[in-house]
């Protein structure tokens, strides 16, 4: 372009360029290549612009970045053409197929394609190299070989050598089977060999080969023909005496060769056990194994039918033999030396069963051996038989019977059996047996407690009897500790008993039981019973015991009690047998007497009854109670209690009474307020006697006077005494005031302050509250006082005020103004009520704290503000505290954005407005979780802008805008989020992108062969996802009418927006499918972006070619000089064949001939040859004019097209003598075989084939016959099949060594005859004739083994020790086989030898080659046996073992057969080795287990194995153990050394001790001596023990009175390191060293270096033994001796009260109480006094002290009689004072009168009395005496009777008698009863008893006035009579009175009525009537 004007001119030059449209010249070429090889395709295209060249395989991209597989080289030939060359390297199948170059440049695209064909050498896929096939003799089966390659390769079946399966009829090669692979072009060809009716000849080796243009393979495979096991011989049946070896020999032949298994009586023998079991196996040949089963040591358990089981995968045979074991007799039953027991009188049998076989004679003796026919009494019975179900085994049983027993028939008896094996005896004991009989029975004994008594009983019996007490019907046995009985104790046992049995012969046995110092508990009856198992007697004896009275309370005690107690009262029991009498005497020694009516009284407070003292000892108690009522400073003194019983001496015990009076205090005031911090004053006045002591107290502490911080005083006290107040002599008044001042009162000087007041009486107490009130305080509850919180949050304000009295009025202001709040559920803000006050810590102490809350339930804007509480309480008010909130408001979306739809490519936009406080950040998602700004626009180059926009000054404005869609995956959920401090708000549109259907993979052009599967493909996307058909012409929907054949099939992309669908077709058909596809895809969505929505494929289905021969029989007749045509059909191919397609060829039929490819020749052998094609019919012809003589030829024709080969053949026959197409081969096969000849001949006329033979050894030729012949011998089997083509073969059976030789195939017809021969030679099979020289050998001797075979060719030997070949050197072998070749000298220096030679030495001398089987078969095989010897000069351990001869000969050049011989042993004896493995796997203090792998045994059972055993630390060397013995032992032992063990472990059990090293080494002997000792055992240390030793020198010194220092000494003998000492110390003197280890007992760990030790917090005053014992890791050693070690620490007041306390009632009014010292533990000195306490239980206060010493009995006198007493008693030392007392424990003094004396009935002259036997009474009445008077006691009578009732004779009538009964003791106490009245009859007697009230009871002086009427029927008949008494101020007793008088005259039985008045000096009060 060029522009001027009139200043310049320039110019600007642009470039046109014309485009046009790529054009590919010339076109790609197809290329054919061999697998492996390099194919390439060319591409030359021009266009403008210059086109880009892509290369695509069957339509899909060629992987070219892969430049390994796809180089490309590119060349630019000009500016507008491209040179693109593809080279595919190393091609293979899955290369074949389209190469399709694409030439694109911006105008449009030219494509051009080339097809690679990749030949493919043949490959055998199956079978494998080498597989072996089995069949099963007889069956037919099939064998398949399957090739694969290209061209369609050949396969066919052979024989191994590659010749023809023709000569035998049972194997043929099927016809081929052609398939295709379906990778490119390579076919699958499969050919079956099939065999029919297997013979055992068939197996061996046969090839499969396939060939192609390309390559041949071939295939060999092994076809094993097998057959069913058969065993020959029988096994044969076996008999052996028991422990013997019995052995069944089994052998089998079949194929695969058997396995023999061996069965017991059905069942598996186990020949795992090879001890047992021993099995040798030998194999004779490639089918027969021979195989020895042996029973070692066989016994009855071995006997039954052994079975041989012979078993193949065919089937199996067995064949059984029985075993009879021979066994002599046992006896089972009865033990040697076994009892018998027999009852005297009584029957029995004993049985004697014997086992053996054969069947044992069995018999009872006498001892010598001597008949029973002696004693008719013992007789042996019949033997029965029975089978003892193991093997044959009989079991006898014989019995030896016994009728009615005799003591004399107690002796030895024996039992013997025998049989012809051997004999054996055994010997029994009998003893009749007899019940128990006690001779001489104990007999009765009474004496005094605490002195002897002796029982004794004698008694008889057998078995011998046991003899055993029983006090009172309890056995003595079970109170008995070591035989000693003592009494009992806390466990209920009895001491100072002994019981001595003594057995004065075998059974007599005397009993002895002496009770050395009797007590009353063990009085009754001692009863001796003695028993056996036949029976029981006894024997019974009374013991009666005598027991001085003893009181057992008050003990002397002293009692001090207070003034004006009610009732005090103070026990005294006495026990004794009998029952003791107490009396009570006061101070000034008077009796007190038994009355109520005095202040100080006697009561009768129990009655004598039987306790147990000590809890055991039972003896009568009787206890009399002391009472004083209303006590006063007069009754201070000492009491005396006496107990008499009669005995031997009265007992006597004090208590001493004191009494004292208590204090009384007062205070002005009891409760006082002020207001912290004034001063507080109190004061207390006390008064007592003596004068009592007066502290302050606060909280349980006493106060004093203290200073505070500052000068002040805090507390000050003051006493004030009034009047002369002094302790020893009290005045009336005794008066203290206490003053109490508190300074500056705080809220810790509130409280309770009391006022006590003490005296020795007692302390009294007054309380004095005080309250000290404080203003309140606010409380800051936190150092904030700005709060922010969220807007309907919850928020608290706490107000909390502190202040006495507790602040609980609150005040709430809102910025400053009183806010009047009220609580409701709907309020957002409410007020608690003011909280419980509680207390609240300061510094000046604990204040009242109350809580008020303000609460905001659900926070608002309006909530911000100031806050202030005001708190008061009376005493002020406080509002210090004040505090500011603030709310925040969440974050609200209040424009939403709204869901869109746009179609591709429009604008999408979305707005979002939100409010919050603070103002709230707006972020976009899409999603849900992808950021919108920071992904989406980086990932889909979206145009995405968000503008925001303010408004006010809460609000913001968002705005999302996509200014263009391109893409459906911009659809979505997108989210607006509103956030701020508080919250966040979300809210979501959907945006749908719509985008049109669009076709984005096209389906490919596809070629495929007919009868394959085609599949085309064609995916879319689109939103929504699109719908895709398939069409082609004429049917417009694939999916609706495809057929079974046509199927699609729709896949979604995971995106959802795109989809595939598939067209498969099945099995292609040409004619049907064919053709042009369109894929259409479809969404109803508008196209903006012109997008593809159809798209279309070719289909090419090709065919492959057939050949149809014509004829069909394949077989043209020619005649010499003529012509023949041969014609081919070619069907079905497409594309059709070219003639560059087609190949003939040629094969003639004689032997030698090749086929050749005749494709373009016209001449071949003088034979003109025409090639012919009939396009329109496809005929192939080929003319073969002037045709030669003998010219029979197989012509084939081969065509191929793309999709496949296919072949036929014809054949040309022309007239002439036969042509042997396959000869017979030189055959070498294995005797026993079977061997086929083939042979094959073509010819026109037809021919016949014959078969000669001429065996080696001779010039003799013969034909062979058939068997189908008459004269046939089974020997040769042929089978000819002849017309044209003949097949022949000949089949030797069995062969032998004798059918060696030529056979010959002998082919004639008319025109002439043809022959072929072939040499069969035979191997015979290696066979061992006898293999010797072999036994036990000792070790270094010489040994000669020789072996004896046969076999052609001449077989090698090579000897084998246990299976593996023995190794000799070349000079120590000589295999010439020549005998007369002398050793060379050299072999003199081997130890091992070894020779061969045949043993015809003439044949030896002419043999030169021995695999030479030409000149070997001149020979007879008797001729050629072969002899090796192996000669061992010193024998060796490694020559121990199993020899064999492992036999060779060569069966081809390639295989050999070996057979191994049966075999000889040598074992080599020698000793056995040294053991190094001796191993201690468990070990102990005083033992160790070793154990050790049992060594090398030298070929001789190990007898044994001495243990050695050496002390490390004592250096001895090893010694045997188990042995007194202390040398060392050498390197080997000498025999005569005694067995430790026979087994392989051995618990060492001597010689060993704790914590001592040792080591151990063990040495194993055999019958020819013991071995070397080996490496000793690692070295082990004895595990500890507990010492065996206590330490020594054990030392304790008191160190304070609570303190010991304690030293010793180690111990000799610590059995381990010492960890620790246990220093055990045990109050009191221990003599037991189980002490030091009871429960409860003190130890003291102490470190393993510390032999000093003191021991503290020790018990005053006590003596202790100390022990110490030492500690290794397993425990604790003996502890020291005790005695050694003693200590006592200083005394001190005990600290336990005593123990057992047991008061014992022994009058009516005395009570003995006794006890024992404190607890030893306890005592804290020696006890040398006590004090005994006691009270009556009704005067639980009034406790009455006696002192004593250190006496630990006393009697109580003095009590009341039936009365209960409180007892308790303390102990005290030298030291001061007494400790605690022991607990009260409950005591009834006797109730000793006579009980319930009545009158049983009166006359006029007697009255009938009865009584009762008293109670409690702890001795014997012996009499009664019966005292009775009138009213004047000086006419008072007695009368005595020893009964409990008597008859009082000549009494006055109408009398009233005064009547008492008195009991009189055995020790002359006297007991009376209560008095009663009686009246004789005609005198009636009356007792009126009234009680007085109200102004009668004032009265002290009356007369009473009585007036009896009779009354009848209930009504009054009148006056009967009357009588009066007078009455005194004496006669009433506690306001009642008794009238007694008497009225003459009355009548007996009848009813009166008494009308009473009283006369008093002013008045007569009727007192009412009384009916009685």
């Known amino acids: 372009c060029s522009a001027n004007n009139s200043v310049s001119s320039t110019t600007r030059n642009i470039t046109i360029t014309v485009q046009f449209t790529p054009a590919i010249s010339p076109e790609v070429m197809d290329e054919t290549q061999n697998e492996g090889d390099t194919a390439s395709f060319t591409c030359q295209a021009t266009g403008e612009p210059v086109p880009t060249i892509s290369w695509y395989f069957n339509g899909a991209p060629v992987n070219v970045t892969d430049t390994t597989k796809y180089p490309i080289s590119v060349m630019s030939l000009n500016t507008t053409t491209i040179n693109n060359t593809l080279r595919i390297m190393s091609v293979g199948s899955s290369d074949v197929g389209t190469y399709t170059c694409n030439a694109t440049n911006v105008i449009s695209s030219d494509t051009s394609s080339g097809v690679l064909t990749v030949n493919v050498a043949p490959n055998i896929g199956r079978p494998l190299e080498g597989e072996e096939f089995n069949i099963t003799e007889g069956r037919n089966g099939s064998i398949r070989c399957t090739a694969t390659g290209y061209p369609v390769p050949t396969v066919v079946w052979q024989n191994s050598d590659g010749s023809s399966l023709s000569s035998n009829m049972r194997l043929v090669s099927g016809d081929p089977v052609v398939s295709s692979t379906g990778v490119g072009n390579v076919s699958n060809v499969s050919v079956e060999l099939m065999v029919t009716g297997a013979m055992r000849g068939d197996t061996g080796m046969y090839r499969c080969s396939a060939n192609n243009s390309v ?568 150092d904030a006082s700005v709060f922010t919180i969220n807007e309907t949050d919850t928020f608290t304000i706490t107000c909390n005020a502190t202040g006495i009295p507790a602040p609980m009025t609150f005040t709430w202001l809102k910025d400053g103004v009183v806010q009047n709040y009220t609580v409701s559920a709907t309020d957002s803000i409410s007020i608690s009520e003011p909280s419980t006050a509680v207390s609240y810590s300061t510094s000046d102490g604990d204040v009242w704290s109350v809580l008020q809350v303000l609460t905001f339930n659900s926070a608002v804007d309006e909530d911000s503000a100031m806050y202030t509480c005001q708190a008061s309480n009376g005493a002020g008010n406080d509002d210090s505290v004040t505090v500011q909130l603030i709310v925040q408001v969440h974050p609200e979306i209040i424009e939403q954005p709204m869901n869109s739809t746009v179609t591709t490519p429009m604008m999408a936009q979305f707005r979002c407005n939100a409010t919050g406080v603070p103002r709230p950040m707006i972020e976009w998602y899409y999603n849900y979780n992808t950021s919108v700004e920071s992904n989406l626009n980086n990932a889909n180059d979206i145009n995405v802008m968000i503008l925001e926009e303010e408004s006010g000054d809460r609000e913001l404005i968002s705005t999302l805008t996509l200014s263009t869609t391109t893409h459906p995956d911009d659809s979505g959920n997108y989210t607006c989020r509103a956030v701020n401090i508080v919250d966040e708000y979300f809210s979501s549109a959907i945006l749908n992108v719509l985008y049109p259907a669009n076709i984005t993979e096209s389906p490919d052009d596809l070629t495929v062969n007919q009868t394959f599967s085609a599949q085309l493909s064609c995916t879319a996307f689109g939103n929504p996802i699109p719908q895709i058909v398939w069409s082609r012409a004429g049917d417009d929907d694939l999916s609706d009418n495809g057929g079974d054949t046509i199927s699609v099939t729709p896949l979604v992309n995971t995106d959802q927006y795109t989809i595939t669908s598939l067209l498969v077709i099945n099995s292609t058909d040409r004619s049907r499918d064919a053709g042009v596809y369109n894929c259409t895809a479809t969404n109803n969505v508008t196209d903006n972006i012109d997008a593809v929505n159809v798209q279309s494929a070719e289909l090419v289905v090709q065919v492959p070619p057939s050949v149809v021969p014509v004829p069909a029989n394949r077989i043209v007749i020619g005649v010499e000089g003529s012509s023949a045509l041969l014609n081919f059909s070619v069907v079905n191919a497409f594309p059709p064949v070219t003639i560059g397609d087609v190949m003939w060829s040629v094969s003639r039929r004689a032997l030698g001939v090749i086929p050749i490819d005749i494709t373009n020749l016209t001449m071949v052998e003088n034979n003109s040859l025409t090639f012919d094609i009939d396009t329109s019919t496809q005929i192939y012809s080929l003319n073969i004019s002037n045709i030669q003589p003998n010219y029979t030829s197989r012509f084939t024709l081969q065509v191929s097209n793309p999709a496949g080969v296919a072949s036929n053949f014809i054949d040309l026959i022309v007239e002439g003598p036969p042509d042997i197409v396959i000869a017979p081969v030189d055959m070498i096969e294995i005797d026993d075989n079977n061997v086929t000849l083939v042979c094959s001949a073509i010819a026109l006329p037809q021919h016949n084939i014959t078969w000669m033979y001429q065996r080696t050894t001779t010039d003799d030729v013969r034909m062979v016959v058939n068997t189908s012949s008459p004269d046939a011998n089974m020997k040769y089997l042929i089978n000819n099949t002849v017309n044209t083509t003949s097949f022949g073969t000949l089949t030797i059976t069995n062969l032998q060594y004798a059918d060696r030789g030529v056979y010959t195939c002998v082919a004639a017809n008319t025109r002439g005859a043809v022959s072929a021969s072939a040499m069969v030679n035979v191997h015979v099979k290696p066979t061992n004739l006898s293999i010797s020289g072999g036994e036990r050998f000792n070790i270094s001797s010489q040994v000669v083994l020789t072996c004896t075979v046969i076999g052609v060719p001449l077989p090698a030997i090579v000897w084998q020790l246990n299976g593996e070949n023995i190794i000799l050197s070349s000079n120590c072998v000589v295999n010439s086989y020549n005998a007369s070749l002398a050793l060379e000298s050299g072999m003199g220096n081997c130890r091992l030898m070894q020779t061969l030679n045949l043993v015809d030495d003439t044949v030896a001398s002419a043999v030169t080659d021995p695999q030479d089987i030409f000149s070997l078969g001149t020979y007879e095989l008797s001729e050629l046996v072969v002899e090796s010897t192996l000669t061992i000069t010193s024998l060796e351990r490694t020559d121990n073992g199993s020899y064999t001869c492992n036999v060779t000969n060569m069966l081809s050049e390639t295989s050999t057969i070996s057979v191994v011989s049966g075999s000889t042993p040598v074992v080599v004896l020698e000793r056995p080795d040294p053991i190094d493995d001796v191993t201690v796997v468990d070990q102990g203090s005083r033992w160790a287990v070793i154990t050790w792998n049992a060594p090398y045994n030298g070929n001789s059972e190990i007898m044994g194995y001495i243990v050695y055993i050496n002390n490390v630390d004592d250096d001895a060397g090893f010694t045997p153990v188990n042995t007194a013995s202390s040398s060392s032992v050498g390197k080997r032992q000498i025999m005569s050394q005694q067995f430790t063990t026979t087994s392989t472990s051995y618990n060492v059990t001597e010689d060993i001790f704790p914590f001592m090293r040792y080591q151990f080494t063990v040495v194993a002997c055999n019958e020819l001596g013991c071995g070397e000792m080996g490496q000793a055992s690692p070295t082990i240390r004895a595990n500890p023990e507990p010492p065996e030793t206590a330490p020594l020198n054990c030392s304790a010194t008191p160190m304070s009175s609570t303190t010991i220092m304690i030293s010793w000494s180690p111990p000799d003998m610590p059995n381990g390191i010492i960890t620790n000492y246990n220093v055990s110390y045990v109050p009191g003197q221990s003599l037991s060293t189980a002490d030091y280890s009871a429960d409860g007992n003190v130890s003291v760990a102490i470190g393993n270096n510390d032999t000093t030790t003191s021991v503290s917090a020790l018990r005053i005053a006590t003596d202790y033994s100390v022990a110490i014992a030492a500690h290794t890791i397993i425990g604790i050693g003996p502890f020291s001796n005790s005695i050694e070690c003693l200590v006592q620490t200083l005394e001190d007041v005990p600290d336990g009260p005593p123990l057992n306390v047991m008061p014992q009632s022994r009058t009516n009014t005395s009570i003995i109480v006794s006890w024992q010292f404190p607890d030893p533990l306890r005592r804290n000195g020696i006890i040398t006094k006590h004090q005994l306490n006691y009270t009556a239980v009704t005067q639980p206060l009034s406790w009455t002290s006696v002192e004593l010493n250190s006496s630990t009995t006393y009697m109580i006198s003095g009590l009341e009689s039936f009365t209960l007493y409180y007892i308790s008693v303390s102990a005290g030392t030298q030291v001061a004072g007494y400790g605690p007392f022991s607990d009260p424990v409950i005591v009834r003094t006797v109730k000793a009168a006579p009980l319930n004396l009545t009158i049983e009935s009166v006359t006029e002259t007697s009255i009938t009395l009865r009584w009762e036997k008293p109670s409690m009474l702890n001795e014997t009445v012996i009499y009664y005496q019966v005292n009775y008077n009138t009213s004047d006691p000086a006419f008072t009578q007695s009368t005595n009777s020893t009964q409990t009732n008597i008859v009082l004779l000549n009494l006055r009538s109408g009398m009233e008698y005064f009547i008492t009964v008195t009991a009189v003791t055995e020790s002359g106490e006297r007991i009376d009863s209560d008095t009663i009245t009686g009246i004789t009859l005609n005198t009636a007697l009356f007792q009126i008893r009234l009680k007085l009230s109200g102004a009668c009871a004032m009265w002290i002086l009356m007369d009473i006035a009585i007036k009896l009427s009779e009354v009848k029927d209930g009504i009054i008949q009148g006056i009967a009579g009357q009588c009066s008494c007078a009455l005194s101020a004496n006669d009433i007793i506690d306001g009642s009175f008794t009238c007694r008088s008497s009225i003459g005259q009355l009548e007996n039985t009848v009813v009166y009525r008494a009308r009473i008045s009283l006369l008093v000096p002013t008045s007569i009060t009727d007192a009412g009537d009384v009916v009685g």
């Not at 193949?312 to 030396?337: F, K, Q, W, Y």
């Not at 007789?379 to 093997?391: K, R, W």
């Not at 000034?588 to 009284?601: C, D, E, F, Q, W």
């Open 215 to 782: 390559s041949s393979t071939t295939r060999n495979i092994t076809i094993t023909v097998q057959f069913t096991p058969a065993i020959s011989p029988e096994v044969m049946d076996e008999t052996q005496n028991e422990g013997d070896t019995a052995s069944f020999t089994c052998q089998a032949t079949g194929e695969p060769v058997p396995t023999i298994s061996w069965y017991f009586n059905g069942a598996p023998v186990n020949v795992t056990d090879t001890t047992k079991y021993p099995i040798s196996v030998m194999s004779l040949n490639t089918t027969t194994i021979n195989n020895t089963l042996r029973i070692m040591s066989v016994g009855s358990s071995d006997v039954g039918t052994y079975t041989c089981n012979a078993t193949n995968v065919i089937s199996s045979d067995t064949s059984s033999g029985v075993l009879t074991v021979n066994v002599a007799p046992n006896i089972g039953r009865p033990l040697e030396g076994e009892e018998f027991n027999i009852t005297e009188g009584r029957n029995g049998s004993i049985r004697c069963t014997a086992t053996g076989y054969p069947v044992p004679t069995v018999v009872w003796q006498n001892s010598d051996g001597s008949s029973l026919s002696s004693n008719m009494r013992l007789v042996s019975g019949d033997p029965v038989v029975s089978s003892t179900g193991v093997g044959n085994v009989s079991n006898v049983s014989v019995e030896l019977m016994v009728t009615g027993a005799m003591r004399g028939d107690t002796g030895m008896y024996r039992c013997s059996a025998n049989n012809s094996v051997n004999s054996t005896t055994r010997n029994i004991n009998i003893t009749v047996q007899f019940a128990p009989e006690i001779i001489v029975p104990p007999s009765n004994t009474t004496v005094i407690n605490g002195t002897e008594a002796v029982f004794t009983c004698t008694a008889v019996g057998d078995p011998l009897p046991s003899i055993s007490w029983t006090v009172s019907g309890v056995d003595i046995s079970l109170l008995l500790s070591n035989n000693l009985l003592i009494p009992f104790d806390q466990q209920g046992r009895i001491t100072d008993t002994l019981v001595n049995n003594t057995m004065l012969n075998s059974t007599t046995l005397l009993s002895t039981l002496r009770i050395t110092e009797s007590a009353s508990f063990i009085a009754g009856d001692y009863t001796c019973m003695a028993a056996n198992g036949l029976g029981r007697i006894n024997e019974t004896a009374t013991l009666t015991v005598y027991v001085p009275p003893s009181i057992t309370t008050p003990n002397g005690s002293r009692v001090i009690t207070d003034e004006g107690t009610v009732q005090f009262l103070v026990d005294c029991t006495a026990v004794g047998i009998p029952a003791p009498n107490i009396t009570w005497m006061d101070p000034s020694g008077a009796v007190l007497p038994n009355s109520n009516n005095t202040r100080i009284s006697v009561q009768a407070h129990t009655t004598p009854q039987l306790m147990a003292e000590d809890g055991f000892t039972f003896l009568y108690q009787i206890t009399r109670r002391l009472e004083i009522t209303n006590t006063s400073d007069s009754d201070t003194g000492i009491y005396t209690c006496e107990a008499d019983n009669g005995v031997v001496a009265v007992d006597t015990d004090t208590v001493e009474v004191f009494v004292r009076v208590a204090p009384v205090i007062t205070v002005p005031s009891a409760n006082i307020t002020v207001l912290s911090p004034d001063t507080t004053t109190f004061t207390c006045t006390a008064t007592a006697k003596p004068q009592a002591v007066i502290q302050w107290v606060r909280s349980g502490s006493v106060l004093t006077n203290t200073t505070a911080n500052t000068a002040t005083q805090k507390i000050t006290i003051t006493d004030t005494a009034q009047g002369d107040c002094i302790i020893t002599n009290p005045p009336s008044q005794c008066v203290l005031t206490s003053t109490l001042v508190i300074a500056n009162t705080i809220p810790n000087d509130s409280g309770e302050y009391l006022c006590n007041a003490s005296n020795p009486t007692g302390d009294v107490m007054e309380s004095v509250t005080l309250t000290v009130n404080v203003e309140p305080t606010i409380i800051q509850p936190t």
